[in-house]
DNA sequence: CTGAAAGCGCTTACAG
DNA sequence: CTGAAAGCGCTTACAG
């Protein structure tokens, strides 16, 4: 198996054999069990309890110094960790918070991700994540996960359900913050923090406008934030008297952008400025229209929504939507903590509305 | 709050105090208890062992289809949903796994953590993700987290930690994958994914000396992977009778890479090419080359590893390395479920060569 | 066919 | 200062 220089090579194969020999010698059923707070007690002589004591630091009870040290040691020469989940059961508290998704491989969740993780850690939360694929089924089984009491919070991006199914799963048991792509709307305890998406939408088309476009073709697909994305798109061109066009695409993905537009491109493609509700579907479109020798923007303008790392990096740079997805993940976990921890418990959900910013490249 | 199509905004604002009307009249604390078996018992009159059999499905042990409906109905009305937590104390086993990345905003590792996710779900797994920032401090952080039993199994992706370090705090009671950067070398209980970095960065380096490239400089992070891929980089220049010179970065973004080639650039910068250890410091190169006024391929070749989504979209495109990060993870969840679910509990450690290709574009 | 009981590993009042 | 005991919500032998 020393594989030479050649690039090419096989599908999984197993290399090596020699670590049987290695494994033979340990991993008996005994060595796995993890020690407890019981074993601790039995090498020490001393109660269960007192070991839970001393391992938590309770103040007030103060087990002796001596008794202390002897737990101490014989915890760390065990190599006790404490279960969690043992803990979490008898706590009802998880101390992990979750983002749901609709796809980790759009750029922009990663962000989203990221930020929300940082301040998660910050507060000792852990971070899951769940990938929804943008379905309906999933983000379904999303919600049901959710009811089992994996996390004390999350934040989640839902692109099908509606708010009654969520009050229905979630009952205010577990902490939530959406990013919310229709209009706000006020709910019992799910906070909501979210973009102007239609304001946007509309901006970046009067921008198209402004320059002298005239036939401008939104590239969007109807759920999660194309809805809403449509509606401001529909709103500039009808102010400026405009006949908008809507080409459908079938999720948010650049091959799906790629596809909707080849398709269009087939018929009788007359439109002199693209929009696209988002930055992977404008990537899409860009790549289609190169390979059918349009040049973009002299002959069609295109423009995006997100601004994620590739938009500038693209040539013609991508003129874009920019919100911060990362000071949006980080905002939303400290809403969850400070429900959780305090001293927001119990309060009833809000909006928060997040600024956006234009940003104008060589693409538009 | 209703803003106007301005594209500037003000920071997170609330928006809406309508809602706290609305959850004054629900969530008092009653409300948030969460249904258990024994509330169903109560309500049915059966025992709580009945509810639980019944709602498992245990199949020797029959309870009377009447009684049977009647818990399943009770179940249904009071929307009862095992508590995860519980079941994962009694059974010892939580049902998810983990993947442990360095920067989720690479977007490498959402490919892979994609991949990992769909043959975790097919096989009922939940998928959490540690996003470790590529630190010691944090990878030790997630091996202690590890520790605590959060998870089942895990696909690991570590630049410092060692060997030793992990068995250690793993102790085989945790399935473990590693996405292996350094040569394979066999564990007890650790499986390994890797590919031949030093192979592929040797053949690519190779690349560039066939075009006539003599003084070729690498861009790299000595950590993780980072290693040997300069290890290639320095046998193909070696047997090609060339002065290898390294470019460090301090790590493996794209900002990186633009700095390290800031400092570079303001030196004596006398290469005719850059191969960077991977495709965000590639990117970050080209940015710096061009905005020092060198053309890329004509001055300066690059070329990169991983070929993520953008590689292509770069103009020029990146040449670079890739290898199937989606199957990786795929394949990887599949290790882990076969570890846990059988058959091959209590295998060796073993190791799995995957392919990699070189995607020669225009950048080089 | 059904229920009482033990136990998973922990925390937390409550007695001594 | 320390330990016996109850309980978190569940599963799983074990009796009736």
């Keep these: 198996m020393k594989n030479s220089t050649s690039p090419q090579q096989v599908p999984p194969a197993e290399t090596s054999h020699l670590s049987a020999a290695v494994n033979k010698a340990e991993a008996p059923a005994e060595a796995l069990r993890r020690p407890t707070q019981r074993d601790i007690a039995v090498a020490t002589g001393m109660s269960q309890t007192a070991v839970s004591l001393v391992l938590n630091r309770v103040e007030p009870c103060t087990v002796s110094a001596e008794v202390r040290e002897r737990i101490l040691q014989t915890a760390q020469q065990l190599g006790y960790v404490p279960n969690r989940v043992a803990r979490n059961l008898k706590s009802a508290r998880t101390r992990t918070l979750a983002c749901i998704v609709p796809d980790i491989t759009n750029p922009t969740y990663p962000a989203l991700v990221r930020g929300f993780q940082s301040a998660a850690d910050a507060a000792g939360y852990d971070t ?5 694929d943008g379905t309906p089924e999933r983000e379904r089984r999303a919600l049901q996960w959710l009811a089992q009491g994996h996390v004390d919070g999350v934040l989640a991006v839902f692109f ?38 239609a304001a946007a939408a509309q901006a970046m088309t009067q921008v198209l406008i402004d320059k002298g476009h005239q036939r401008i073709a939104m590239l969007s697909c109807p759920i999660g934030p194309g809805a809403e994305r449509q509606r401001g798109f529909h709103a500039a061109m ?14 948010f993905t650049q091959a799906a952008g790629a596809r909707a537009m080849a398709a269009e491109l087939a ?28 040049r973009v923007p002299d002959d069609v303008a295109v423009a995006g929504f997100d601004d994620i790392p590739s938009a500038q990096l693209l040539q013609p740079a991508l003129t874009t939507v920019r919100r911060s997805e990362q000071a949006m993940g980080h905002f939303a976990a400290e809403l969850l903590i400070a429900r959780l921890d305090g001293p ?12 956006f910013q234009l940003v104008l490249r060589d693409s538009a």
């Design 128 to 132: 899951m994540i769940f990938d929804t």
């Design 160 to 197: 099908h359900l509606d708010e009654a199914e969520l009050l229905t799963a979630v009952r205010g048991r577990v902490a939530m913050v959406q990013v919310e792509s229709q209009a706000y709307r006020p709910s019992p305890y799910i906070d909501k923090v979210y973009i102007d998406n």
């Design 238 to 251: 009808q102010k400026a008297g405009l006949a908008p066009h809507i080409i459908a695409a079938d999720d």
């Design 267 to 294: 018929g009788d493609f007359r439109y002199s400025a693209v929009f696209a509700a988002n930055d992977l579907l404008a990537i899409g479109t860009m790549a289609t229209l190169r390979a059918a020798g349009r």
């Design 344 to 355: 927001d418990t119990g309060r009833p959900g809000r909006g928060f509305e997040l600024p």
